[in-house]
């Protein structure tokens, strides 16, 4: 399980995995990937030059799990 917040956000979003996370993507409503890190333990995700809209988290921890989350920008 993975909490995001705030959300929506307005610029920097604080990721707190249950498992340590290996790799997390943001994409828009197209399904266009606008954001992407595979650094070990991601915590903040930096994101203040996207546009106000709806975003969706993709991510990967190191135990295998996936999932995704709904995001919020201001």
Known sequence: ???????????LAH?????PIVKASITDLSGKEVFSSSSVN?????????????????????NGQQGVRKLVKQ
């Open 42 to 62: 991601v915590e903040i995700i930096n994101a203040q030059s996207l546009s106000p809209g709806i975003y969706f988290l993709i991510y990967q921890t190191v």
């Open 1 to 11: 399980l993975v909490a995001v917040y705030p959300n929506p956000f307005n610029g």
């Open 15 to 19: 990721v707190k995995p249950s498992s």
